[in-house]
């Protein structure tokens, strides 16, 4: 096994390979102290809040780390004072698992943002603290390759990957742990002793148990990831341009969209019920290359997109929007077609953002579905949506199925292998006088839609559960949550007691929880 000591000293071996040699293992081992930022530090104010500011920390000290043995020194000094430690990359959790108020230590990863290629792993290496825009920028503009992640440029790669990650190329390509090679994560053993780990997907790898979790076990459950491993399994070149995915050079895009108030209910209904049906009927062959969204809100948005070089892709684009907007009886007000580039539908500043980024609190959650939604459940959408205490909410229908579906649930961490869309609804406000309307209008919605469940989406024939990159700690509250099935199912599926035996193994002493953390088996 490799580990890294806390003096940054390399230790032992691991069949499956070392840290990176050379110039690139700067990222593994610095001699620079790491940055600390304490209470009464003038710094120290604007490393308190991530995306969300419903959520403020105030932990004791912000370690800001540019290395692997920076981090293996700052959960070691955490664990030897009892102090809770807590994780950041890009700040874009949607609770509080970076800001409760008994965190007394923020790693704050955001320096880590290399992006490389390993060439003795034959690999992309990507630090936690790059955000998918950067590793997009990097790795589409030096190799002309990507990974299928999400659409949200500002979104860091530290906790997007370990959730599973998908986004537009989804459909195509698969979830972004489908590429995952290798990890290098931080941990602590039964003794408080700090390392560095290596796991790596090779079935003669000891740690692959570690490599596993991290493919959708969900972020701040083991250790701390300071690196990324990223290749495509099935491809033996040693060609950095063959091993992940091509995006497509230009989308060719539809754009349209409905006032609200010209939207009657049966319109409505014909739409979002058009819109799911095509996705169950379309999971496979050419239908895989064509992804999009459909927005619901006080402006409905319906986003059509595929691979511009496709032969005759205008025409299965017009076949989809056709389809799903044929028994509508209402004309958009704009309708729009456009050929943008890949990258730069990827990498805009703000695609994908909700509200105003410098003053933003939310609430939101997830659902995956198996099948399009009923007639009832979409009378439960139109009605919180047209009542007059919608406070600005949104609902947001996701493609999923295709090749995210080609692996088997057990594979991966991430078990959500069986759906044909992902659902979120949510809403997005300014000032803590707000968040009472705001919260009951989301967490009142998302039970109503899934009242005969038990106010959540139970595993089974219509629905998926939820997605641990969305994490909502409603999901465990038995006020919002009747199923009788734990948030742990709705989440992992069948997967949670391998995630804890995991926990057993590499977080014996539980350093790394929050609200919806693998818990350490009974």
Not at 31 to 52: E, H, K, Q, S, V
Not at 289 to 305: P, Q
Request: proline share 6%; aromatic share 10%.
């Amino acid at each position: 096994m490799t580990v890294l000591n806390r003096r940054g000293f390399l230790a032992g071996s691991l069949a499956a390979g070392t840290l990176l040699a050379g110039s690139e293992s700067a990222a593994a081992v610095t001699d620079d102290p790491a940055i600390t930022i304490a209470a009464g530090d003038p710094r120290y104010d604007a490393f308190l809040r991530g995306d969300n500011h419903r959520f403020v920390g105030r932990p004791e000290y912000v370690r800001m780390a540019s290395a692997t043995s920076q981090v293996v020194d700052a959960v070691a000094e955490a664990v030897a004072a009892r102090k809770r430690i807590a994780v950041r990359s890009g700040g874009h959790g949607w609770e509080d698992f970076t800001t409760s108020p008994d965190i007394k230590v923020l790693l704050d990863l955001s320096p880590m943002n290399q992006v490389t290629f390993d060439r003795s792993r034959r690999a992309f290496a990507i630090g936690p603290g790059a955000t998918l825009g950067e590793a997009y920028q990097a790795l589409y503009t030096r190799w002309g390759v990507a990974f299928p992640g999400g659409d949200c440029p500002e979104v860091g790669v530290g906790g997007h990957i370990v959730g599973g990650g998908h986004g537009p190329l989804s459909r195509r390509f698969g979830a972004t742990v489908d590429y995952l090679h290798a990890v290098e994560v931080v941990v602590a053993d039964r003794n408080g002793r700090a390392r560095a780990v290596v796991a790596s997907r090779d079935p003669g790898d000891p740690n692959r148990d570690l490599w596993w979790a991290h493919t959708g076990g969900g972020g701040g459950n083991f250790g701390v990831v300071t690196r990324y491993w990223l290749r495509d399994p099935a491809v033996r070149s040693a060609d950095p341009a063959a091993l992940l995915p091509k995006p497509p050079a230009r989308w060719l895009i539809r754009d349209l969209s409905w006032r609200w108030e010209d939207l009657t209910h049966d319109a409505f209904h014909a739409l979002v019920g058009e819109y799911g049906a095509w996705f169950e009927q379309h999971s496979s062959g050419d239908s895989e290359n064509l992804t999009g969204w459909l927005v619901l809100g006080n402006l409905v948005t319906l986003t059509a997109m595929i691979d511009d070089a496709l032969p005759d892709a205008e025409g299965l684009l017009a076949a989809h929007v056709d389809a799903v907007t044929a028994w509508m009886g209402v004309r958009p007000v704009t309708d729009r077609s456009q050929v943008a580039p890949w990258l730069y539908r990827m990498t805009y500043p703000g695609a994908g953002k909700w509200g105003d980024r410098d003053t933003r609190r939310y609430k939101a959650k997830s659902a995956f579905l198996r099948r399009r939604y009923s007639d009832a459940q979409i009378a439960t959408l139109y009605r919180y949506l047209n009542g007059p205490a919608n406070p600005g909410g949104l609902v947001i229908m996701l493609p999923a199925g295709g090749r995210l579906n080609a692996v088997p649930p057990a594979e991966t961490a991430m078990s959500h292998r069986g759906s044909v869309l992902k659902m979120i609804c949510g809403a997005c406000w300014r000032t803590p006088a707000e968040d009472a309307a705001n919260l009951a209008w989301v967490r009142e919605l998302y039970r109503s839609l899934y009242v005969s469940t038990g106010g959540v989406p139970v595993p089974g024939e219509d629905s998926e559960g939820a997605y641990i990159n969305y994490a909502d700690t409603d999901l465990a509250d038995p006020a919002w949550n009747s199923s009788g099935v734990p948030w742990s199912t709705l989440y992992y599926q069948g997967n949670y007691r391998r995630l804890q035996e995991v926990k057993r193994r590499w977080d014996p002493l539980n350093v790394f929880h929050h609200a919806l953390s693998v818990a350490l088996p009974s």
